[in-house]
């Protein structure tokens, strides 16, 4: 052959009989088949093996089935990111003219979609108070075609009765889909409380380093399988092997993380209760966590993410001074990672509530405890100018 043809042809020149504990990292746009009569195009690997690689290589459907697996999942579909998931779940189940039940704790970009992009293909949104509990039943209307919930909300934290509102949704025939980003797949057991759809961005507690982007959407049953695959096929909502290679890294500590990310955010969170300037900490195990019972009901466990509310001496611009006097924790978006972050939300208001830019959502890290309180001591004695 010429040095021209050897360059690109395959050849394996390595020695055989390589084990390792590491899942490969396959990356293909272009699956081989042996013959021509063997060409198919699909995403069924079960059914006809690999066929393109936009359906996943080994190392995607290796990390899919894994979360499946930890999920108690029929099937997981491995997509781009967290937002990526939340839209094949709309795009999979919505049709022009149905309704769909959005909490209005949802994660800010869920109800941009909704109300962008998905109202122009004439689905209506209400968004309904993530407390109503078996109370949604009053919501449900003939064309609900999904109840979202997600549980706890983003930003303020309620913890939703999911159980209650899966039954009042099952009892119409309406599909429930949970964000289970909070909990990793892990801490809250969304088939077992009666969710049809539990998706979660890896992004946040699978990868665990803040330098990856991925998303899962999990399903109950084989229905929904292909609902979804059908769907996620269309959309060609490939993910990166590279990615899928670090979240399966990720899993690996994902464990150790959490044990030590629920301790150290527990003591930081009792912490920050007892200062003056605080009026409350929406943190899941804590009293002032609205659903704080059902929690307790529910999860077997807490994360690293929660909100603290300042007492109303403080207005926008002295929240701001404390954030930007912290020194360890930095300023940015997502969470899960191992830095610890501080965000606040100026202009976050729900419909019975006005926060008036006093809230703070905290994302705990793995530096040392201590340092961390340490460091919001300092920023709130600067804030009453100490
Ligand atoms: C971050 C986040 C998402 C979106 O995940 P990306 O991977 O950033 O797209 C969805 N839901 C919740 C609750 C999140 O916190």
């Known amino acids: 052959m010429h040095w021209r ?88 189940v919505c049709k022009p003219g149905c309704h769909v039940l959005v909490p209005y704790s949802a994660y800010g970009p869920n109800l941009k979609l909704a109300r962008g992009l998905l109202a122009r293909f004439d689905v209506t949104i209400e968004a309904y108070d993530p407390l109503i509990g078996a109370g949604i039943d009053a919501l449900i209307r003939p064309e609900t075609a999904l109840i979202w919930t997600e549980s706890p909300g983003s930003v303020t934290m309620e913890i939703q009765d999911v159980p209650a509102i899966c039954a009042a949704a099952r009892a119409r025939g309406v599909t429930v889909a949970l964000d289970n980003t909070y909990a990793a797949g892990v801490l809250f057991d969304a088939f077992a409380h009666g969710v049809d759809i539990s998706i979660q961005a890896l992004t946040k507690y699978v990868g665990g380093h803040s330098d990856l982007l991925l998303g ?104 701001a001074a404390f954030i930007d006097a912290l020194q360890l924790f930095k300023i940015g978006m997502s969470w899960g990672g191992v830095t610890s972050l501080a965000l606040s939300y100026p202009e976050l208001a729900r419909p019975n509530r006005d926060y008036a830019g006093r809230l703070v959502r905290l994302n705990i890290g793995l530096e040392q405890t201590q340092e961390l309180i340490d460091d919001l001591r300092q920023a709130l004695a600067g804030l009453d100018g100490g």
């Open 5 to 92: 043809t050897r360059l690109v042809q395959p050849q394996s020149l390595a020695p055989k009989g390589f084990a390792s504990l590491t899942v490969p990292t396959h990356r293909a746009s272009t699956v081989l088949f042996e013959r021509q009569a063997d060409v198919r195009d699909g995403w069924r690997q079960d059914q006809h093996g690999y066929t393109y690689g936009v359906y996943g290589t080994p190392t995607t459907l290796e990390l899919g089935a894994r979360i499946a697996q930890l999920e108690g999942a029929h099937h997981t579909f491995v997509v781009p990111g967290g937002q990526a998931a939340i839209a094949l779940v709309y795009l999979s």
């Open 216 to 319: 899962t959407v999990s399903v109950r049953d084989a229905d929904l399988k292909t609902r979804v695959g059908d769907t996620h096929q269309q959309l060609g909502m490939a993910a990166s092997p590279d990615d899928c290679s670090l979240a399966l890294r990720g899993l690996q500590t994902l464990a150790l993380r959490l044990d030590h990310l629920e301790r150290a955010t527990l003591e930081i969170a009792r912490w920050l209760a007892e200062q003056p300037q605080i009026e409350a900490v929406y943190h899941p195990a804590l009293p002032d966590c609205p659903g704080h019972a059902v929690w307790k009901r529910d999860f077997t466990g807490s994360a690293s993410v929660f909100s603290i509310l300042f007492r109303d001496a403080y207005d926008k611009a002295a929240v």
